[in-house]
């Protein structure tokens, strides 16, 4: 409990400016995963399918991460999932909420919900994929409410 008492001698800290909007730095590619950036700038979410076991995962890679076989393909998904975890940062403009949604495919993958009130999002509910531009680079695919 605040105590008039006790506060007097403790020094008094000025609001802490908004930072404004976060900005999207842009993304590291390297040539094994340049197909996906140019597909993130075409609007399709790509994931990468092992030919050898065949399954999917997510960040694409040659090798693929379950059976380490180099034979690999690119598939395009469907680009919805739902929410199966989610922490908002920030406040005001500067607040940004990270979650790991579960993509239809079945892998799950870290990213960000955007155009949306955090503050409405609930685990298991319905995504779709939505790709916003960075800063001199690729676009970011991202997820908004379905």
Same mark, same amino acid.
């Given at each position: 409990? +605040? +105590? ?46 092992? +030919?050898?076991? =065949? ?15 180099? +034979? ?8 919805? !999932? ?7 940062? =920030?406040? =005001? ?30 685990? !298991? ?11 001199? =680079? ?9």
């Amino acid at each position: 409990m +605040n +105590n008039p008492e006790t506060m007097r001698d403790q020094p008094v800290r000025p609001p802490v400016p908004s930072t404004g909007p976060c900005k999207i730095p842009a993304p590291r590619v390297l040539p094994e995963s340049l197909p996906y950036w140019i597909a993130a700038d075409e609007g399709r979410l790509l994931i990468k399918r092992c +030919n050898a076991c =065949g399954k999917v995962h997510h960040y694409p890679r040659d090798i693929c991460p379950h059976c380490l076989s180099a +034979n690999t393909e690119w598939l395009e998904a469907a680009g919805t !999932g739902a929410v199966y975890s989610f922490s908002t940062m =920030g406040k =005001g403009d500067a607040a940004y909420t990270l979650a790991y949604v579960t993509l239809a495919e079945g892998i799950t993958l870290m990213t960000n919900l955007v155009d949306c009130d955090p503050t409405l999002v609930q685990m !298991g509910q319905a995504v779709r994929v939505i790709f916003k531009p960075s800063e001199g =680079g690729h676009a970011v695919p991202m997820f908004t409410p379905a």
